[in-house]
């Protein structure tokens, strides 16, 4: 059989491939160092990648929103940028203005109420007196090697202070680099995001001179598709944290709960963490009028599954639903592996990448059924 030049290149390539995965295998944890290596370098480029796509969906609605023209062209970019980020950061500084006050009254309730709490373990106390003979009774009947135990408590409290102090030093370390990594990726989110054409131009370019022009058009279709999913799943999941938040301040207003524009705001700012989050809002407002009140934090946590089921049954699946196109039962499944796998960051980056893997299933499935010519009658409902 004669193998014309590329059938011998693919073929090498399918060689060379499983010689380095084979390689990879039988050295996995070399691999999985020069992994975190890898990510660690690139940690604060992929952070400004995430900024930049982030701040791109409202600077796009700001830049729509500015004149146009050839006077306006060289300050259109700059100017959506800058008004992006005080929009951003005017929000930051409200939730903050809203959230510290509340806090701050809680803490003040909470402190007030401390000595009627001293005032009732007083009176248990006084209701155990009659217990009191037997237990100094058993008191007396126990011995104790002081010596022994005042040398285990110094040699514990050296332990802990040793610890405390290079835990302390990996705390400062962390901190410090979590802060340059964000300062880092936030100014490389800036030139992203002012000179994005011409790296999605470039991108291109370097698609169609490295892969096959079949392979480059359906990895653009991926990466458009991942895009519109994406950008479609945040603005939706801010829009739905509004609504929900307002939901609540108004409910709350109307039965003159305490706490109502702390809680709303708690509970949106939770609400952005798919299906979980606004259920952490109800637990730290229902502790919060609690305090105050428990009988009004019983009729807070019936009033959040009241509103609840009227936003996942009504509001969600219109707002947020449409936005990514996956079922409810899909996005139950990608917030649970997205949790289990990287936290609060994959429950939010799973719903879109699950929707985006289920749109080219779901368009490979129907090409398979159209390619087989297999009648519909077979696949639909009957």
């Not at 309730?109 to 000595?115: E, N």
């Not at 207003?253 to 259920?279: E, S």
């Not at 289990?340 to 719903?351: E, N, S």
Request: net charge positive.
């Amino acid at each position: 059989m004669d193998w014309n030049r590329d059938q011998i290149k693919q073929r090498l390539l399918v060689v060379c491939g499983g010689v380095a995965f084979f390689c990879a295998l039988q050295n996995l944890p070399a691999v999985a160092g020069a992994l975190r290596w890898a990510l660690g370098v690139l940690s604060p480029f992929l952070a400004g990648g995430a900024i930049a796509f982030v701040l791109n969906v409202p600077m796009r609605a700001v830049e729509s929103c500015l004149p146009r023209g050839k006077r306006w062209k060289p300050l259109r970019r700059p100017l959506a940028l800058v008004l992006t980020l005080a929009a951003v950061s005017g929000v930051a500084a409200l939730a903050v203005c809203v959230v510290s006050p509340g806090v701050g009254e809680a803490l003040r309730s909470v402190t007030g109420q401390i000595p009627a709490a001293f005032q009732r373990v007083q009176e248990q106390l006084a209701e155990l007196e009659s217990w009191l003979p037997q237990l100094e009774t058993l008191a007396a009947d126990l011995q104790f090697d002081w010596k022994v135990l005042s040398e285990k408590a110094a040699a514990l409290a050296r332990d802990w202070g040793g610890g405390l102090v290079s835990s302390g030093g990996v705390l400062m370390a962390g901190v410090v680099s979590g802060v340059s990594t964000f300062v880092i990726g936030l100014i490389f989110s800036f030139y992203v995001l002012l000179q994005k054409e011409r790296l999605a131009r470039q991108g291109r370019q370097v698609l169609y001179a490295l892969l096959p022009e079949p392979w480059a058009d359906k990895t653009l279709e991926v990466l458009r598709l991942s895009n519109r999913t994406f950008s479609g799943f945040l603005s939706g999941q801010c829009v739905e944290a509004v609504i929900l938040g307002t939901l609540f301040v108004a409910a709350m207003t109307i039965f003159r709960m305490p706490y109502a524009l702390l809680v709303g705001v708690l509970i949106a700012l939770t609400a952005l963490i798919p299906v979980v989050g606004a259920f952490i809002g109800c637990i730290v407002g229902a502790l919060l009028i609690a305090v105050t009140n428990p009988w009004q934090a019983v009729g807070f946590v019936v009033l959040f599954l009241v509103i609840q089921q009227i936003e996942g049954n009504l509001i969600y699946p219109h707002v947020v639903g449409g936005s990514v196109g996956l079922p409810s039962i899909w996005v139950l499944a990608a917030v649970t592996l997205g949790g289990k796998l990287m936290g609060v960051a994959g429950m939010l980056f799973f719903i879109p990448l699950c929707s985006v893997l289920y749109a080219l299933f779901r368009g490979f499935v129907k090409a398979r059924l159209k390619a087989r010519r297999v009648p519909p009658r077979k696949w639909r409902d009957p």
